[in-house]
């Protein structure tokens, strides 16, 4: 079994930080492409920032400069720091992974809980 667990998240004001961190845990061979998305209520799902197993990474225009994705591939872990927060961020914010469990060939999409961010004016 494959496991996605997010923390980091909460409440913070416009202009301040939070720190998002998702690990990965279980049977796992191999990780490529890692990211997170993020679905504001009444909204529909949106991808925020991707890095695939390189050290390429795609942003949401609307959050470029301001959020940063990172990687560490010992802990099998993605990170995603958030400077400048501003109210229309906040939205549960979910990682995703494609993964290649060990002994198998193909690679599947795994998915974490959640986890809120809120952000007051």
């Known amino acids: 079994q494959v496991q996605l667990v997010e923390s980091g998240g909460g409440l913070v004001q416009a202009g301040g930080s939070l720190r998002l961190s998702c690990a990965a845990s279980?049977?796992?061979?191999?990780?490529?492409?890692m990211g997170w998305h993020r679905q504001a209520p009444g909204k529909q799902r949106e991808l925020v920032a991707t890095?695939?197993?390189?050290?390429?990474?795609n942003y949401a225009d609307s959050v470029k400069s301001r959020f940063t994705i990172s990687r560490d591939n010992a802990k099998n872990t993605v990170y995603l720091q958030m400077n400048s927060l501003k109210p229309e961020d906040t939205a549960v914010y979910y990682c995703?992974?494609?993964?290649?469990?060990?002994?198998?060939?193909?690679?599947?999409?795994?998915w974490g809980q959640g986890t809120q961010v809120t952000v007051s004016s």
């Open positions: 995703n992974a494609r993964i290649r469990k060990r002994f198998e060939t193909r690679f599947d999409d795994y």
């Open positions: 279980g049977s796992i061979g191999s990780i490529s492409t």
């Open positions: 890095i695939p197993s390189g050290s390429t990474t």
